[in-house]
């Protein structure tokens, strides 16, 4: 594919807890971005529970609706994406979203991560592992495949979403591609 048929969505990638699903509205509110929650959009289709899947289908079967559904985003485009923490362990679905546009890594230490996550029981992966010492050991585990996919990265420790929205919007020219429309977070 060449430069100018990539398409110029925002795929927003990191851990659990990153920061993803607040981030993509927060580039809906201040910059008029669509947004795509990768979780939501394969609980609508398979009408079940992210958890639900994962018990009834397993973990294989939920990395399939991700790679089939990044696939269907790849052909749309001012799109902001939040997609599922695990979705970079494929390379086949890294490759999906480089296509769809600019991958961008957001990073917390694990001890934030853990503060954010910890009262949630939406997490397959999490549930009844949820301690710091784990969260930290899978960052860690994951650090690579998350660092090749990134085309650049925000760290989130200590900024608010709007920050964020706007350190990213600058860095992804976002006023040239969607409307501005600002007020507060
Ligand atoms: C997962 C992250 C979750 C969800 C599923 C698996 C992971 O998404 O896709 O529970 O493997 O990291 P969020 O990162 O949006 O919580």
């Known amino acids: 594919m060449n430069k100018s048929e990539k398409k110029n969505n925002i795929m927003l990638i990191g851990f659990m807890g990153a920061g993803k699903s607040a981030v993509a509205q927060g580039m809906n509110r201040l910059y008029g971005m669509e947004v795509a929650e990768m979780d939501s959009l394969i ?6 529970t992210v958890n639900d ?7 294989g079967y939920f990395r399939d609706c991700e ?3 990044l696939r269907e ?4 485009s001012g799109l902001v994406v939040s997609c599922g923490g695990g979705a970079v362990l494929r390379p086949e679905n890294v490759a999906l979203m480089k296509e769809s546009g600019l991958v961008v890594l957001l990073t917390a230490r694990p001890e934030t991560i853990y503060q954010r996550v910890k009262d949630s029981r939406d997490r397959p992966i999490l549930n009844g592992n949820m301690s ?6 899978l960052i860690e585990k994951r650090r690579e495949p998350y ?8 760290e989130t420790d200590g900024k608010t979403i709007e920050q964020v929205c706007r350190e990213l919007g600058e860095k992804a ?3 040239e591609m969607t409307r501005q429309e600002v007020f507060p977070i």
């Open 43 to 48: 609980e609508e289709k398979e009408g079940m």
């Open 53 to 59: 899947i994962f018990a009834a289908r397993g973990e």
């Open 67 to 69: 790679t089939a559904l």
């Open 73 to 76: 985003l790849a052909g749309r």
């Open 132 to 137: 710091p010492a784990y969260i930290s050991q």
């Open 147 to 154: 660092s090749r996919a990134a085309d650049i990265t925000i």
């Open 173 to 175: 020219g976002c006023s």
